[in-house]
């Protein structure tokens, strides 16, 4: 029974993949359609989420300098990270750096800025920070005049903001920072924390409309089919 339930949820997980919602499970099960997914990956980058708590940045881009890894990003040329969530605090960011990415700042321009608009280093060889939600403080290091940052192991979301993340995500691409791979770090950052409406509808990021209940159980259930 137990196998029957695994190979069952892992079907619907399939069925979600072709845009397909629950009401179509039964007629595919018993014409015995054969569904793949996109699965094999190996790290190249993650997703770091910053959540914009300084009042001084409320109005403003922000910008991602990483080093230390397989590339780094050019000051002067510096990417700007996505905003997904805009009613936490001054909002939810986040941009896809390398694996192996040994450190980061943030920071309110592209080049060249005042101290108090970027962030005092954040070294990631300290801890794994793909378990993590970094903030801005509007406190500022004494010392440089940058912006200290400090770091949240859980963020439970409503279910807007919820729908928000989790729908920047390829559910069914096997990557580490925008796909299923990347399970762990959304269920223990976002999704486990959250009480929310597993009925709430949104449209993801392929414009489908899918549910944060279906979102949920494809991601978990291919994980657990080829990386768990």
């Given at each position: 029974m137990l196998k029957k339930t695994l190979k069952l949820g892992i079907t619907v997980a399939a069925l979600s993949c072709l845009g397909l919602g629950t009401v179509a499970v039964t007629s595919m099960l018993n014409k015995n359609q054969e569904l793949s997914v996109n699965a094999g990956s190996t790290p190249t980058n993650y997703r770091i989420y910053l959540i914009n708590e300084c009042d001084d940045w409320s109005s403003s881009a922000i910008y991602a300098h990483y080093w230390?890894?397989?590339?780094?990003s050019t000051w002067g040329s510096d990417p700007a990270m996505t905003k997904v969530v805009s009613d936490w605090s001054h909002g939810i960011w986040y941009y896809d750096i390398p694996f192996d990415t040994t450190g980061i700042l943030f920071k309110t321009g592209a080049g060249n800025i005042p101290v108090l608009n970027e962030t005092v280093d954040l070294l990631l060889s300290s801890y794994s920070s793909q378990t993590?939600?970094?903030?801005v403080k509007n406190d500022a290091d004494p010392s440089s005049g940058k912006r200290w940052w400090d770091k949240m192991t859980t963020a439970g979301c409503n279910n807007g903001q919820l729908a928000a993340i989790l729908g920047k995500l390829q559910v069914c691409e096997a990557d580490y920072a925008y796909g299923y791979y990347a399970w762990p770090q959304v269920n223990k950052l976002f999704v486990r924390p959250s009480?929310?409406?597993g009925t709430y509808s949104f449209t993801n990021i392929n414009g489908s409309v899918t549910t944060l209940a279906d979102t949920v159980s494809t991601l978990s259930s291919l994980y657990s089919a080829h990386v768990a």
């Open positions: 230390g890894g397989s590339s780094s993590y939600v970094f903030y009480t929310y409406d």
